[in-house]
């Protein structure tokens, strides 16, 4: 007998293989499977059994064993990812690859860390480093000791050094256990569910217990309470002896959420986080499969968690972009997850207050049930929202130009009353660009080309697409006399304005500086400690975090997304602001948001002004039908790479001239090759081509014929293929 073995490699496709007659009967779709590849052993699991021989003579190879230490795939994980291949145009292996979790990763038992200790005397010496350290931690609260030395130039001695002046504490962190409650699982009081909120229970369970495919989109304003609707469908689903999956944006962010699950639902759950040590993951892994653990939680990647009878699966905060892979095999788990629930014959929740219009888009077509939640659960209604138009005359305050004075004197009420502010920037660092006052030429990253933005935690000049880091030099390098002047803002300029405005007010900082992991639920639970006043942040302060006192939400500069060149701009804007005004006024004191901006009469602005989804969808959807964008027509991004940028226009255009015949057949249109946004990446240049078609068919006829363009192109040239892009970048 043969059979087909996917193996988590990038190779185009699976493998054949006979099977001894012995072996025969342990083998079933998803089993894994030991087989000689090359000189070497490999681990793969089965794919397809009993097919015909391959073409041409060749010669199969004996698979080796069928191990029965360790499960297989259940099958309809194993037929998902095969799927999923199949549609984003990947290699199975890859798919597989993504699919598996990386039990190969050493994770550290103990991480070393470095505290913040309260300040009794703030005087003494210290080098520079150690004042960066103090400031950093200051903000964060705790760092990993190989990311305090790494971010802020520091040796271990001068941190030991600190240690012995009290003026910081040494320590010691465990790896996450993906089952131990944590002390921040709050044992909340459970409370009764709203008609709103029945009205939705009430649906999903009717479609659980049907054990048939349907989906819902569960559309609920911030503090609606969705978190409760998902709560009790999953406990329900358990009792009904099923599984439950939870995908939620960025694990890190949600402590919170998970501790809900854990504090209801007790020891069924299991956490798919990358923070989780190796043996514990060893052990959740084989607990999804032996069936003991029954719920699981986790960001993207969880979509693929091992659990059998799955009966719902819920995607919180549907429209997050972070559910897109944006590297390697580019999944979205949104839409993963639906395909899982179909063939798992599972109910699928898809939870937003901003649904993505792909989303709502499948409502108002029919293919998923629209479920709302127009009011908030909590004792107040959504919280007021201004508008602080910065172009008015004297709107701005005098010393921190930035900020206006309207913003300024309601932090000052705020820190007054003893309530809790979040600023919200989505720029991390403390300037974006650092340009020659003489001959205007801006510090450059040598292998992007863009901007270095200015990180004062580093005091180095810092690339956010490739990470190369350097420090700031004393005078411009290319008129070799111009001073440097650090232009534009970031999260760390505007710390520094709270702490100049307001030097007694406790300030935090949340954005991908502060080390991720245990380092952000640390910042994420001194704001539920109230230890701090005023935190300061980039999207990630957006999530569902739900802090009762916080009781005002500044947007820095509401318009800063709309400049990118993207046709979902405004969607997203339109999300980041309604998500962050979702954080004011949770508690049982009003919230208020203050939105500045210079484009005050933007749609987008102004429909999150007036929290008014419907109508940004109304103003949204001409423009995407008018130009044929999702969700009225399908996208392919495909991208070249090369570092020879002649010969990638030359390959570009002679894919394009391939691809020609078969667009007008399809009625598709290909917009390039043209230089990507970013037109050059760690040393690459790159040029895309963006298929634009009415359906999903053409775009796969598309994709398929581009891939098979790739396999032939020289081998200087690499060529990416993103089916429904979500960054044009
Ligand atoms: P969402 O996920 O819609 O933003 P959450 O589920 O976080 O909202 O709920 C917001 C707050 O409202 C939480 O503190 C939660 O405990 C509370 N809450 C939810 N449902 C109810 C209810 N029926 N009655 C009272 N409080 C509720
Ligand atoms: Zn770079």
């Known amino acids: 007998m043969r059979i087909e073995v996917v193996l988590p490699l990038a190779l185009p496709g699976t493998l054949t293989y006979s099977v ?75 798919a597989l690859r993504a699919a598996l979790p990386r039990f190969a990763e050493k994770t550290a038992r103990r991480v070393p860390v470095v505290r913040a200790v309260p300040a009794r005397n703030p005087e003494g010496r210290l080098g520079p480093g150690q004042k960066r350290l103090l400031a950093a931690l200051a903000e964060v609260g705790e760092l990993a000791l190989d990311e305090a030395r790494r971010a802020h130039g520091i040796s271990t001695a001068s941190i030991r050094a600190l240690a012995a002046k009290g003026r910081v504490e040494l320590g010691e962190r465990d790896p996450v256990d993906p089952f131990a409650p944590s002390a921040a699982d709050p044992a909340e009081p459970v409370p009764e569910p709203n008609p709103h909120q029945q009205r939705a229970i009430t649906a999903v369970l009717a479609a659980v217990r049907s054990g048939r495919y349907h989906g819902f989109l569960l559309h609920g304003v911030t503090a609606s309470g969705k978190t409760e609707v998902y709560l009790r469908c999953a406990a329900e689903t358990i009792a009904l002896g099923r599984s ?6 960025e694990i890190a962010l949600t402590p919170q959420l998970v501790g809900r699950f854990r504090a209801r639902l007790g020891g069924a759950v299991a956490l798919v986080h990358s ?16 069936g003991r653990v ?75 049930e629209l479920l709302r939640l127009p009011e908030r659960a909590t004792p107040l209604p959504l919280p007021a929202v201004r508008v602080c138009d910065l172009r008015r005359h004297g709107a701005r305050h005098p010393r921190h130009p930035f900020l206006s004075r309207e913003l300024v004197e309601e932090l000052a009420g705020t820190l007054a009353r003893r309530e809790q502010s979040i600023l919200f920037l989505n720029r991390r660092g403390f300037a974006p660009t650092a340009i020659c006052t003489s001959c205007g030429t801006f510090v450059a990253c040598p292998s992007c080309g863009v901007a270095l933005a200015y990180h004062r935690a580093r005091d180095a000049l810092l690339c956010h697409y490739c990470n190369f880091q350097r420090p700031v030099p004393a005078h411009c390098e290319s008129c070799r006399e111009g001073e440097l002047d650090l232009r534009g803002l970031g999260t760390e300029r505007i710390v520094d304005a709270v702490n100049d405005l307001f030097p007694s007010a406790r300030v935090g900082r949340l954005d991908s500086d502060v080390a991720a992991g245990p380092s952000v639920e640390r910042v994420l639970d001194r704001l539920r400690r109230r230890e701090i006043d005023v935190l300061v942040g980039t999207q990630m302060v957006t999530k569902g975090h739900d802090f009762p006192a916080v009781t005002l939400v500044g947007v820095v500069r509401a318009d800063m997304g709309l400049q990118v060149v993207d046709f979902r701009a405004a969607e997203r804007t339109f999300q980041l602001l309604t998500q962050v005004a979702g954080r004011a006024g949770r508690g049982s004191t009003p919230g208020l948001v203050l939105l500045q901006t210079f484009l005050p009469d933007h749609y987008a602005v102004a429909a999150a002004a007036r929290q008014d989804y419907d109508g940004f969808v109304r103003q949204e959807l001409p423009f995407r039908r008018e130009l044929g964008y999702p969700p009225f027509g399908r996208l392919a991004l495909l991208r070249g790479e090369s570092r020879d940028a002649d010969a990638l226009d030359a390959a570009m255009d002679s894919l394009a001239r391939t691809l020609a015949p078969l667009a007008a057949a399809a009625h598709a249109s290909l917009l390039g090759p043209s230089p990507a946004p970013l037109a050059r990446l760690r040393g690459f240049h790159r040029r895309h081509l963006l298929v634009k078609a009415p ?35």
């Open 244 to 249: 439950c999956l939870v995908l939620v944006p």
């Open 695 to 729: 359906t999903r068919k053409a775009i796969r006829t598309l994709a398929v014929r581009a891939a098979a363009w790739a396999t032939r192109a020289a081998r200087h040239i690499r060529l990416v293929i993103d089916i429904d892009p979500l960054h044009l970048a």
């Open 294 to 368: 029954r719920v699981a939680v986790g960001a993207r990647s969880a979509l693929f968690a091992p659990l059998s009878g799955l009966g719902l699966v819920v995607v919180d905060e549907e429209h997050d972009p972070s559910y897109k892979q944006s590297d390697r095999f580019r999944y979205h788990a949104r839409d993963l997850a639906m395909l899982r629930a179909h063939h798992a014959g599972a109910t699928v929740v898809l939870g937003s207050a901003t649904p993505s219009l792909e989303s709502w888009s499948n409502a108002h077509d029919g293919k998923l």
């Open 20 to 94: 001894p007659p012995e072996l025969v009967p342990r083998l079933r779709l998803g089993a894994r499977v030991v087989v000689p590849l090359a000189t070497r052993r490999a681990t793969g699991y089965v794919a397809a059994i009993d097919v015909p021989p391959p073409h041409g003579e060749v010669a199969l190879r004996d698979i080796l064993a069928v191990p029965e230490d360790v499960a297989g795939l259940p099958e309809d994980l194993l037929r998902l990812i095969l799927e999923a291949a199949r549609y984003y145009c990947a290699p199975p292996g890859e």
């Open 275 to 290: 923070a989780v040590g190796e043996a514990e993951r060893r052990r959740a892994w084989s607990a999804m499969l032996a």
